[in-house]
């Protein structure tokens, strides 16, 4: 490798809600840019007029900066190549054309759309690969000169001449070889002035002097047009690396319809950006230790190509939620505090609410859990009768709540009380388990808590005795 600065980039299209295949992508993009003191740069993509949603540039940015996806030059911070948005930069690609123009790599095309469609179904008739034929290679300077002073509306494609094989050598893929054959002329400036993603995108590329190009596997098709055009301008052609596609389940590209795919999903459910990013990690990249919790510092020293997946990683929104109660538990009463305050429909005094969430940590795995969690600490709750005499009948039930009622009341909700109602269930052959179920199902309403003498310690005695009086005799 020379000593040129390394500066990668993510080139986002404003088209929609952010994207969690950005963040994937992202991540490989910051990890090497950093891990060689180079540049990573953000620029948005939005020639596509048609399907651009105005405003979805700055919540793209906004949330791979939630993620802690920061850019070294982007929109927002501007940066020696700015502007990094393409619809301020047309006066540029409107340079660049000509120079294509000029050196014959490119003409223009004024074939209508019916002309177009025709030659398209005759060669999918003829079972042969749809490709522009070249009518308007052949036209002279002067006929173009009139059919532009007419009017008439044309696009400007690239010359690709047949026969010829493409290489490079992909850095997570190997050699990559495409025949020309296979390529068609594609449009480089559409009839609408704007330029095609594929020119722009090479222009800005070298301009923004992007020495690697780390990008989805879906383009990996389209690299070979690329590498054209930076020979057609006489270019250095950039390096590339294609990561794997994120599936489904099923296998298929991740799609909105069985996963959620926008990064605001994920903000809602309360998912750290931490534990997304890890997770990200891990589907794009194996630890060479084995290890699956991975900070981005980490990663970032540790990242190298070679461990890149080569085939689609399953986007497995289990793992996504082990991961982010790892995080979650990692954090201190205070941080979690903070984290939970959005999601807390309960107004709980804060000393309370430390003693709940230390006991409820354990059990988070996203934030937007905390209410069905700790509901019963602050409502009152109603235990159905089924649930509640679930494992004994109703005088075997008042029996054990009247003796834990005693108890607790007797001596104070603690260890020491606990140990009681242990050694009593022993000595009355019940199941320890179920007669503690049964405590547990009267003063939270549910079988699933915390720790149950912790549990009864925040409530109180009075609101457990309130809870087990209204359980008894139900
Ligand atoms: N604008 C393209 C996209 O939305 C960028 C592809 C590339 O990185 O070259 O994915």
């Known amino acids: 490798m020379t000593n040129k600065e390394i500066r990668t980039r993510i080139a986002p299209s404003p088209t929609g809600d ?9 991540i490989f993009n910051l990890a090497f840019a950093r891990q060689n003191g180079g540049k990573f740069i953000i620029r948005i993509e939005d020639t596509d007029r048609e399907r651009y949603i105005e405003g979805t540039d700055k919540i793209i940015i906004e949330n791979l900066n ?11 911070i501007g940066g020696q190549y700015a502007p ?3 619809s301020k930069r047309l006066h540029i690609y409107k340079e660049y054309i000509k120079k294509l123009l000029d050196n014959e790599s490119a003409y223009y095309c004024f074939c209508t759309k019916e002309r177009l469609e025709g030659l398209r179904n005759t060669q ?9 034929d070249k009518k308007c290679l052949s036209l002279t300077k002067e006929e173009v000169e009139i059919n532009i002073k007419e009017g ?29 054959d296979s390529i068609d002329d594609q449009v480089l400036i559409k009839n609408d002035g704007f330029p095609t993603y594929h020119f722009a995108s090479i222009v800005d590329d070298h301009l923004m002097k992007i020495t690697h190009v780390i990008r989805g596997e879906e383009w990996i098709s389209s690299t070979p047009k690329h590498i054209l055009l930076y020979k057609a301008f006489g270019w250095e052609v950039p390096s590339f690396a294609h990561t794997s596609l994120l599936r489904n389940k099923d296998r298929s590209k991740i799609s909105k319809r069985k996963n959620n795919t926008s990064i605001l999903w994920y903000k809602e459910q309360g998912y750290l950006p931490e534990a997304i990013i890890n997770f990200l990690i891990l589907l794009g990249w194996s630890n060479p230790s084995g290890e699956e919790i991975i900070s981005t510092h980490e990663f970032i020293k540790k990242f190298s190509f070679d461990r ?6 399953i986007f497995d929104i289990d793992k996504l939620n082990w991961i982010n109660g790892v995080y979650i538990r990692k954090k201190s009463i205070d941080e979690l505090k903070k984290l939970v305050k959005p999601y807390l429909k309960y107004d709980i005094k804060p000393s309370k609410l430390d003693k709940i969430l230390k006991i409820t940590q354990e059990r988070i795995k996203k934030l937007n859990e905390i209410n069905d969690l700790i509901s019963f600490f602050v409502e009152d709750i109603f235990p159905p009768s089924e649930l509640l ?12 709540l009247k003796f834990a009622l005693k108890t607790l009341k007797d001596n104070g909700i603690n260890k ?13 052959k019940y199941n320890v388990g179920d007669f503690f179920m049964v405590i547990r199902i009267a003063t939270c309403g549910r079988k699933v808590s915390p720790p149950l003498i912790d549990t009864l310690d925040i409530l109180g005695i009075e609101e457990v005795e309130k809870r087990i009086q209204n359980s008894i005799g139900r």
Not at 19 to 26: E, Q
Request: cysteine-free; charged content about 30%; overall charge negative.
């Open 18 to 26: 952010p994207h969690i295949g950005t963040a994937y992508i992202s």
């Open 66 to 76: 939630w993620l802690g996806i920061e850019a070294d030059e982007s929109p927002e």
């Open 84 to 86: 990094y948005v393409q």
């Open 124 to 132: 999918i008739h003829s079972h042969t690969q749809p490709k522009y």
């Open 152 to 180: 008439k509306e044309y696009v400007i494609r690239l010359n690709v001449k047949p026969g010829i094989d493409i290489k490079f050598n992909d850095l997570i893929r190997g050699e990559v070889s495409i025949n020309t």
């Open 308 to 313: 890149m997946t080569k085939s689609g990683p």
């Open 389 to 400: 005499h679930e494992k004994y009948d109703k005088e075997t039930t008042d029996k054990i």
């Open 416 to 428: 020491d009380s606990e140990l009681k109602l242990k050694e009593h269930a022993l000595q009355e």
